[in-house]
């Protein structure tokens, strides 16, 4: 197709379409050639008029159509809607069914354009097609062609806006389902781990130490209890000037500078984070402990702590011990029940500032563990008997040089220890100025030779098994051999008959040994073991000796000699008080034991376990060893009339032995009596032994036994034995 022109399209006769109007023509447009063109459109006046009909000119041509109104309308308000129809090419008048209907909803416009006819069948008008390229203008002899009608184009097909909205809705629900799932985890699951991590880094830590239980004696008498005091800690974090900070600390703890420096050292946990606490003092006076507060020292903390406190200073020291700076036993029943006297302590966990704001942060996190305090102890100690004990064995010990001493009083019907002293002693609220050797208890860890006192023992198993009576009488040579050995006699009998009160009293080695080869080895053995020799008697220290025997199968022939009278035996002073503690109680022996009983942190009391007992000897027979051992203190010239107690009956047995070290024998003699009164009713058993490496322990070991006994009886306001109820003994009998 030619493209078209510029120039106005002209109908046959040559003149431009749309140029002129045919007013007078009233006859309905029948396709005439210039008709509708733009020209004519802009003729048009705002009135619907064109400009000639507004200036009254006449419209040219024959043709011409006059201009009406369209049926059922006004004349429109809007003077550009006929411009709009011609441009629209009458489309919307064709899709009416009228020529020239106006638009909806509009005012009606008056068309004075005369309809064309078109090329082709008269009567078909087509629209009026816009042409946007000029096209040539046609010849005039040839009518104009039809153009033919072109189809819009169909629009592109578009998704549909319905699912799309659907899957934008879905997808972003997902996304705040996953959002408030992430949320929950973060508030409800994970809250702890994020919440702690920060917490870590400013918490601080204090110890809050356990009240450390007491120790009572049998009535509730303190012998060793704690007093509050301070601690001082180190943050070592915080410290700015180490050495300056411990030689500031130094004086008033009385530790040495370069140990608090090393205490202030930083150092890493377990865990891999930095030590924030690190004691520096233990037990530190409440007045001292002001005085580092005043100092202000960065990293320098004070806090409640305790104090051990010894009342009586040496007073049953060596039975007691006593505690570290961090209140841990270390010697005696403190090492010995440290688990149920230290309790559990506590601890603070609180959130606190840096720098000059290291203080806890108010409403920050704060958590405790309150401390257990520890249990309490009651002893069997009695705590004026125990102290006069001490003073009656120290005085006796005075001047002696590298002497030991140790004394015990049981009571005979239950084995309660009442006194158990030492000597050399030291004052357990000091101990670190004490000897180590002085800080041993000497009844459970001094391992001797008995000597005579172990006779008591053959003799009372020789009268178990029938081998004699009390009335049995032997001759007794000055001395006798064992094995290649020979055993003598200090009171030499010269082959005369002696009772067995005789043999006792003038401790006849050689009356000892003949009583016990008629018993034999085997039996003396088992009575032994009876009577608690060879293993320990679990009073409750800790370290108890428990002795030994000599077996069956390592004895000599001087063995038969040596074993009977106290020799090739080793035992400690608690054992040998324990084994005439069962003569005493009618034959019957019981456990020694120096704990009565426990007292919870609630107040509870729990009695300790029952003693161990066992019999030993018959009633009948511990009855009449008893009165053959009060021949010891009643004869004439007996080895222990020093040890006899005015106004009461007592029955014990003096000994000279050794004293043994790692199994060797030591210079010098152990001498010890051991006896029990009133003898017709013990009520106490006194052991008392003393090593002097001089000698002269037999004149310490009996007047202290009588001092003792005589103390203890008043104590306990025990009668005194029965006017001329003292047995009358004859040793060489007729």
């Known amino acids: 197709m030619p493209p078209r022109s510029d120039e106005p399209r002209r109908d046959p006769t040559g003149s431009r379409r749309g140029s002129r109007r045919d007013a007078a023509d009233s006859e309905p447009r029948t396709g005439e050639p210039g008709i509708g063109g733009i020209s004519g459109a802009r003729a048009y006046t705002p009135r619907g008029r064109t400009v000639r009909e507004e200036r009254g000119t006449p419209v040219r041509g024959a043709n011409a159509e006059q201009r009406r109104t369209p049926r059922g309308s006004t004349r429109s308000g809007d003077p550009f809607r006929p411009a709009l129809q011609v441009l629209d090419g009458g489309r919307a008048a064709a899709r009416s069914g009228r020529r020239d209907a106006p638009a909806a909803g509009r005012g009606g416009v008056v068309r004075t354009v005369a309809p064309r006819t078109p090329r082709g069948t008269p009567g078909d008008v087509p629209p009026p097609r816009r042409r946007t390229t000029p096209r040539a203008p046609g010849r005039g002899d040839r009518p104009a062609a039809r153009r033919p009608s072109r189809k819009p184009p169909r629009p592109p097909k578009l998704a549909d806006p319905r699912l799309r909205l659907r899957l934008g809705t879905v997808l972003t629900l997902a996304l705040f389902v996953a959002i408030g799932v992430r949320l929950i985890f973060l508030q409800a699951v994970d809250t702890p781990a994020y919440a702690g991590g920060g917490v870590a880094d400013r918490t601080r830590t204090v110890e809050l130490p356990a009240p450390r239980g007491a120790i009572y004696d049998f009535r509730g008498e303190p012998l060793a209890h704690s007093v509050e005091a301070r601690y001082v800690f180190a943050d070592p974090t915080l410290i700015e000037d180490r050495a300056t900070t411990a030689k500031a600390l130094s004086p008033l703890l009385g530790i040495p500078a370069s140990k608090l420096t090393d205490l202030m050292k930083p150092r890493k946990l377990e865990t891999g984070k930095p030590s924030r606490f690190e004691y520096l003092a233990r037990g530190v006076e409440i007045p001292t402990a002001k005085q580092v507060l005043a100092l202000d020292l960065p990293g320098i903390g004070v806090h409640r702590d305790e104090r051990r406190e010894v009342p009586g200073d040496d007073l049953a020291a060596n039975l007691i011990g006593f505690t570290s700076q961090d209140m841990v036993g270390l010697e005696g029943l403190e090492a010995r029940y440290d688990d149920l006297l230290a309790g559990q302590d506590g601890k603070r966990v609180y959130e606190a500032g840096l720098g000059d704001l290291a203080a806890p942060i108010p409403g920050g996190y704060s958590e405790t563990t309150p401390a257990k305090p520890g249990s309490s102890l009651t002893l069997t100690i009695d705590r004026d008997l125990q102290f006069r004990t001490q003073q009656i064995l120290s005085a006796g010990m005075a001047g002696q040089k590298g002497a030991t001493a140790a004394a015990v009083i049981i009571d005979v019907a239950t084995g309660e220890v009442r006194a158990q002293a030492s000597d050399p002693t030291y004052n357990a609220a000091k101990p670190g100025d004490s000897d180590p050797v002085a800080r041993e208890d000497a009844a459970t860890s001094f391992v001797v030779d008995p000597?005579?006192?172990?006779?008591?023992?053959?003799?009372?198993?020789?009268?178990?098994?029938?081998?004699?009576?009390?009335?049995?009488?032997?001759?007794?040579?000055?001395?006798?051999?064992?094995?290649?050995?020979?055993?003598?006699?200090?009171?030499?009998?010269?082959?005369?008959?002696?009772?067995?009160?005789?043999?006792?009293?003038?401790?006849?080695?050689?009356?000892?040994?003949?009583?016990?080869?008629?018993?034999?080895?085997e039996r003396l053995i088992d009575y032994q073991k009876r009577f608690g020799l060879g293993q320990p008697t679990r009073e409750g220290l800790p370290g108890e000796a428990s002795g030994r025997l000599l077996p069956a199968d390592e004895w000599s022939g001087s063995s038969y000699g040596s074993v009977p009278i106290g020799h090739s035996v080793d035992a400690t002073p608690l054992q040998m008080a324990a084994a005439y503690a069962a003569i005493a109680n009618d034959g019957t022996y019981v456990q020694p034991h120096l704990v009565k009983e426990t007292i919870g942190p609630d107040g509870k009391r729990t009695p300790a376990p029952a003693p161990i007992t066992r019999p030993v000897l018959s009633p009948q027979n511990a009855a009449a060893l008893r009165t053959i051992l009060e021949a010891v203190t009643t004869v004439e010239g007996a080895t222990g009339t020093l040890a006899a107690v005015p106004g009461y009956r007592v029955a014990g047995k003096t000994g000279t032995g050794w004293r043994l070290v790692d199994g060797k024998k030591q210079p010098g003699e152990v001498s010890s009596f051991i006896g029990m009164a009133p003898a017709e009713k013990p009520r106490y058993v006194i052991a008392v032994f003393v090593y002097a490496p001089g000698g002269g322990g037999a004149a310490i070991a009996n007047p202290a036994f009588r001092d003792m006994m005589q103390f203890t009886l008043r104590h306990y306001r025990v009668p005194p034995s029965p006017s001329g109820s003292a047995p009358k003994f004859v040793v060489y009998p007729r």
């Open 451 to 521: 000597g005579s006192v172990h006779k008591a023992i053959t003799y009372g198993a020789a009268l178990q098994e029938g081998v004699i009576t009390p009335d049995t009488t032997l001759p007794i040579a000055n001395s006798i051999k064992m094995g290649d050995t020979w055993f003598s006699d200090t009171h030499p009998a010269n082959g005369r008959k002696m009772s067995l009160p005789g043999m006792l009293a003038f401790s006849s080695n050689v009356g000892a040994i003949t009583v016990a080869d008629k018993l034999g080895k």
